[in-house]
């Protein structure tokens, strides 16, 4: 739905991998364009017409996030340059000052490098350790399997909302009761979950939230990291600069802004900041309800076509998200996107940067297939089609 | 080289990679991936009184890059040191579109248009890049 928005499939291309990053609608170039073209003045200076212009619309984002997210406060959202960003600041400026020798942190298998390896080194300087949560057959994170896992030492759980490879959602909001009744902080990495499903962070009671605007049809560099207020006041800034002090004298006398601009340190990623709320406004238009149950209908018709192949294995058959992993049986997998190239079919191929994932599905490479909702059944038409000859495929493959 | 000539070559070697096998300890082993995908070898090399008496490499890579290892490696068996180094810039030059001397190539030759497809370059040069090392390592063990 909505393919005209975008400029971007007016090309003969068909895109999925938008786990990677999504598409940009008019509205939110526009929005961009406007600021670049219109009223490009910093931020926070607002000394004349347009430097005003420029806080509202930059506050007027964190306004908007601040709904979406339905967190309490506006001083909650924090922009950053993406996910990555974000989950480095949760684990450097507030875990790392708190965990203690012994403790244990607990993240699972399937979590995409940027919540792996900040823990990795808080790990090794801290003395603190790494549980990984047993995955279950299908590789989903359990209730139980997390009971298991959490013992008196555990601090802190970090997992993905929705997974990057096997695309399951994780049951966030009974992993926070879970994990609270055990005083224990909940960091989720919201990339891939925050783009497909209406994400209520008073509801699921998560410690913090990290997300990318690029993944939901934002703009590249801007992102968001979401904390509970009384949990955002300890966080230590990681960067120090422009913008964030209040006055400074000498090195012993530096006054801290207070939230959020005492994150945000030096002049912001303003375009990115205003087009991320074209971005989100522009989803909720569409409403997050409907992105997700369109996703849910366009994945069930591609699993139950490429079920139909007898040479493709699926990973994950049965998640819910619009991430299909496949493996078209002795063909390894860059060959079959590189075939898929010729046909301007664009899929991702390899381990999608969670590197420890292959020792719980014992493949290390898959295709990965991941829609949004302006991908059609049409798309997934062309896929299977391209997908069913195995012949054609090595035929065409080098 | 013709386009049907290539493509065989190529196939042959990709679904019947010679010495695709793991090799004893006494072999010098280097690991050889690119940075930008998926491919991932392990390349042993037997070397004795400076002629190479063995190749042999494990690993998961495309079409291209297992294409490429086989026939390196076919090239590679019974030569001197300097002879392999004297392969090793010739290949890399028509890769890179560069004057190379085509006599000495043999099967090789079936990527002499690969710079075509710009993506694949790396994939031809992987296991060259591997041997590269592990001729570097010999040296410097001798
Ligand atoms: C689950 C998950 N977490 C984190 C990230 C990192 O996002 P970014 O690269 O935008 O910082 C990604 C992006 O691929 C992801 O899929």
């Not at chain 1, 008073?202 to 801007?222: E, I, N, R, W, Y």
């Not at chain 1, 600069?241 to 945000?264: A, H, I």
């Amino acid at each position: 739905m909505h393919t005209e928005d975008f400029p971007m499939l007016k090309q003969d291309i068909i895109y999925l991998d938008n786990g990677a990053t999504t598409l940009k609608p008019y509205a939110v170039i526009d929005a961009i364009t406007d600021y670049y073209e219109n009223y490009s003045a910093n931020a926070h200076r607002g000394d004349y017409d347009i430097s005003l212009k420029v806080d509202l619309a930059y506050e007027n984002t964190r306004d908007i996030v601040k709904e979406f997210l339905n967190a309490r406060y506006l001083e909650e959202i924090i922009f950053t340059s993406g996910a990555t960003q974000s989950l480095n600041m949760i684990a450097n400026g507030f875990f790392a000052p708190l965990l203690e020798s012994g403790d244990e942190i607990i993240i699972s298998k399937s979590e995409h490098a940027s919540n792996v390896i900040p823990w990795f080194e808080i790990a090794t300087a801290k003395n603190v350790h790494i549980k990984y949560v047993d995955l279950d057959d299908n590789h989903y994170v359990t209730i139980n399997n997390l009971k298991k896992a959490i013992t008196p030492n555990t601090k802190v759980i970090a997992l993905a909302g929705i997974t990057n490879v096997i695309g399951d959602e994780r049951p966030i909001k009974e992993i926070c009761k879970l994990a609270h009744e055990h005083n224990i902080f909940v960091v989720v990495d919201g990339a891939q979950s925050v783009p497909h499903l209406k994400t209520d962070v008073q509801d699921l009671d998560c410690d913090f939230l990290a997300f990318s605007a690029h993944k939901l049809c934002g703009p590249t560099g801007v992102g968001v990291l979401y904390g509970k207020i009384e949990l955002l006041e300890h966080l230590i800034p990681q960067n120090y600069g422009g913008g964030m002090n209040e006055t400074f004298d000498n090195e012993s006398e530096v006054y801290l802004k207070s939230l959020p601009t005492r994150l945000e340190a030096g002049t912001p990623n303003i375009a990115g900041v205003i087009g991320l709320g074209a971005a989100i406004n522009y989803l909720n238009q569409i409403g997050m309800e409907n992105i997700t149950s369109y996703e849910r209908e366009l994945r069930r018709y591609l699993i139950n076509e490429l079920m139909q192949i007898p040479h493709i294995d699926i990973i994950n058959p049965e998640s819910d998200s619009g991430i299909v992993a496949f493996n078209v049986d002795g063909i390894f997998a860059q060959d079959i996107a590189v075939y898929l190239n010729k046909y301007h079919v664009c899929i991702r191929a390899g381990n999608h940067c969670a590197k420890i994932l292959k020792s719980e599905v014992g493949v290390t490479n898959t295709c990965r297939v991941s829609l949004y909702f302006y991908n059609t059944k049409r798309d997934v038409d062309k896929l299977v089609e391209l997908l069913k000859d195995k012949n054609k495929i090595i035929e065409e493959m080098i | 080289m013709d386009p049907e000539t290539r493509r065989a070559i190529i196939m042959e070697n990709y679904l019947n990679p010679y010495n695709r096998e793991p090799a004893p300890a006494n072999y010098i082993k280097v690991n050889t991936n690119n940075e930008s995908c998926i491919d991932n070898l392990d390349i042993y090399l037997l070397i004795e009184d400076d002629i190479i008496k063995d190749v042999k490499f494990t690993g998961e890579a495309c079409a291209i890059s297992t294409s490429a290892t086989s026939i390196m490696i076919k090239l590679l068996l019974g030569k001197t040191i300097s002879e392999a180094q004297n392969l090793l810039t010739n290949y890399r030059n028509m890769i890179n579109e560069l004057p190379y001397d085509a006599e000495i190539l043999e099967e090789a030759l079936c990527f002499d248009e690969i710079y075509k497809q710009q993506n694949r370059k790396n994939c031809a040069l992987l296991p060259w890049k591997g041997i590269e090392k592990a001729l570097a390592k010999y040296q410097e063990n001798k």
